[in-house]
Antibody, heavy 125, light 108 residues
């Protein structure tokens, strides 16, 4: 069974930093694009960032570019996101998600399945 | 960026009735569209990908249709466990993946 388990959320002051982790199991982690998707309280879903299976290429939403860094450790089956210069508008539940398709072409089949249970990040003074 | 617009924002339906949810893309996404269900306090769950293919374990009462810019998720006979928020997502414009704003299906 594929499982994704996020950790690292919490309360942080504006301008602060936080690193989230997502421990994966039940599949060949290094073969899949992995992503972070967030959901502000009471709001919809927003794609944040993705990383190729090798970790060699990363992608970011404009809203986090230059502040967030996605990475992965395939030896530990773990996905990360380092979040710096946090703002109030970054307050959200952060989900990690696995690429749903088994196609090896990075740009194809990028629906999300499954999702982790999420970890809440609150940016407030 | 491709903007995804879902309608209606809220749909009130009685158990056993049919629910029809709409998702429109600001430009063609061909068939690269997925639907998710999200219940309160839970992560989204994949229902449909490729506009019309049900994900593993999804009941046959869920069906998706459409291509290009207009898509529909139909729940043929609503069960109590189907009352939730539903999101569409386009994955045609990689890596700029975008979601619709959601449709809440509530009990009438």
């Amino acid at each position: 069974e594929v499982q994704l388990l996020e950790s690292g959320g919490g309360l942080v002051q504006p301008g602060g930093s936080l690193r989230l982790s997502c421990a994966a199991s039940g599949f060949t982690f290094s073969s899949y694009v992995m992503s972070w998707v967030r959901q502000a309280p009471g709001k919809g879903l927003e794609w944040v960032s993705s990383i190729t299976g090798s970790g060699g290429t990363t992608y970011y939403a404009d809203s986090v570019k230059g502040r967030f860094t996605i990475s992965r450790d395939n030896s530990k089956n773990t996905l990360y996101v380092q979040m710096n210069s946090l703002r109030a508008e970054d307050t959200a539940v952060y989900y990690c998600a696995k690429k749903g398709s088994t196609t090896v072409t990075t740009g194809l089949g990028n629906w999300f399945d499954p999702w982790g249970q999420g970890t809440l990040v609150t940016v407030s003074s | 960026e491709i903007v995804m617009t879902q309608s209606p924002a809220t749909l009130s339906v009685s158990p056993g009735e049919r629910a029809t949810l709409s998702c429109r893309a600001s430009q063609s996404v061909t068939s690269n569209l997925a639907w998710y269900q999200q219940k309160p306090g839970q992560a989204p769950r994949l229902l449909i990908y490729g506009a019309s293919t049900r994900a593993t374990g999804i009941p046959a009462r869920f069906s998706g249709s459409g291509s290009g810019t207009d898509f529909t998720l139909t729940i043929s006979s609503l069960q109590s466990e189907d009352f939730a928020v539903y999101y569409c997502q386009q994955y045609n414009n990689w890596p700029l993946l975008t979601f619709g704003g959601g449709t809440k299906v509530e009990i009438k």
